[in-house]
């Protein structure tokens, strides 16, 4: 905001040497006229200076139209000079509180962070999100938290979180929040402060993957003989790994691996897709399980329905025998009855109705599934492929 203002002070001085130059101009021209003239009559003094101070007023009427407009220009310029200067002072007063309360903040989330059993929960939390994350249920998937006695006056051992395979097994996984280290060399002022700050980060991580193998988690639990040590950040490991390069083979060497959060995630994912893998194993085995049970069912009530029709023909058979027996035999002594007048012949009821024998015979089942003698070879012809069955 300053040039705007030097600039109307350089017109404003540029200006009134202006106008005190068009006056002594104009001063020197009427005495240059008055002089000429000199000759011929004496001048009026009064008439003299009003002419010269007509000729200066018209000369300067411009000139002081032009100052008006600066001045006016010069007041708004400063009128907008101290508002924009009032909002710039209060932007700057409310980014400094907010970077003070920011400091603050930073400060005590430091202080909390140096806490162990802080950063044992914050650690404890991310894990809880990453399994989250991996689409894995509580007490199905995986159990936090498993207490696990030990035998011999071994001390009880107590899991961030064991992870359920899909075939009984565990995998054992503890989070470790190396931080203090890790902070002061955040906070180092120069390089050899820092340097020491990130050995003594990669001298914890080191202990901890020592602790964390000696507690040898999967003599306690069916699980693989390894453990898995999470970092909740990518740049714990990173800035261990800078100092030491050699970690990641000593922790292998000693049946742990590390973690951060990236490679744990794909771990997880891994240990769902088995799951989903695994349930859809066991559908097909349900399934396949269930067809064998209905085809077994089938055969024997083809049995049943095979055996009601050779009752049926043999009912049948029996039936026109029957018949047969009533009209050679029966109906013959009835007539002769008729005949000999013992009964009316003229009467209603005195007539025998006709018995006509049946001549349908009952259909038998052909189909192979529905022969009793064919059904367990069906079955077995189902066993014989039950390998072929879709497990995706």
Not at 7 to 16: A, D, E, F
Not at 329 to 345: F, M, W
């Amino acid at each position: 905001m300053r040039e705007p203002a030097v600039l109307v002070l350089v017109l404003t001085v540029g200006v009134l040497l202006g106008i005190a130059l068009a006056v002594g101009a104009v001063r020197w021209a009427a005495r240059r006229r008055l002089a000429g003239a000199s000759h011929r009559a004496l001048p009026d003094p009064g008439a003299q200076g009003a002419a010269e101070r007509a000729a200066v007023q018209a000369l300067v009427r411009p000139l002081q139209d032009t100052l008006a407009r600066v001045s006016d220009q010069l007041a708004r310029a400063e009128v907008e000079r101290a508002a924009a200067q009032a909002e710039l002072r209060e932007q700057v007063r409310r980014t400094a509180e907010g970077t003070e309360s920011l400091r603050a903040e930073t400060g005590r989330l430091v202080t909390a962070l140096r806490r162990s059993e802080v950063r044992g929960r914050w650690g404890e939390v991310q894990l809880r999100r990453l399994v989250e994350a991996a689409g894995l249920l509580e007490h199905v998937h995986f159990t936090e938290q498993a207490h696990s006695a030990g035998a011999d006056g071994d001390p009880t051992l107590r899991p961030d979180l064991l992870v359920h395979l899909a075939d009984g097994r565990h995998v054992v996984v503890d989070a470790k929040v190396p931080l203090s280290a890790f902070l002061d060399a955040s906070a180092a002022v120069d390089d050899a402060h820092r340097d020491a700050a990130l050995a003594r980060h990669a001298t914890e991580v080191l202990h901890h993957v020592e602790r964390l193998s000696a507690k040898e988690y999967w003599r306690r639990h069916d699980s693989p003989e390894f453990v898995v040590l999470f970092l909740p950040a990518e740049s714990f490991l990173a800035a261990a790994l800078d100092v030491r390069p050699d970690l990641l083979e000593l922790a292998f060497a000693r049946d742990v691996v590390l973690a951060t959060p990236t490679t744990l995630l794909a771990l997880l994912r891994t240990v769902s897709y088995a799951w989903r893998q695994d349930a859809a194993a066991r559908g097909a085995a349900e399934v396949h399980a269930l067809g064998r049970e209905l085809h077994t069912r089938l055969a024997t009530m083809g049995g049943h329905l095979a055996r009601l029709g050779s009752s049926l023909d043999s009912a049948v058979d029996q039936f026109n025998r029957t018949i047969g027996s009533l009209e050679s035999r029966v109906l013959v002594s009835a007539r002769r009855l008729a005949d000999l007048g013992v009964v009316d012949a003229t009467a209603a009821d005195a007539g025998l109705a006709p018995v006509h024998p049946i001549t349908a015979v009952s259909r038998r089942p052909t189909a192979a599934e529905l022969t009793e003698p064919d059904a367990p070879q069906a079955t077995a012809a189902m066993d014989r492929h039950s390998d072929r069955v879709p497990y995706r």
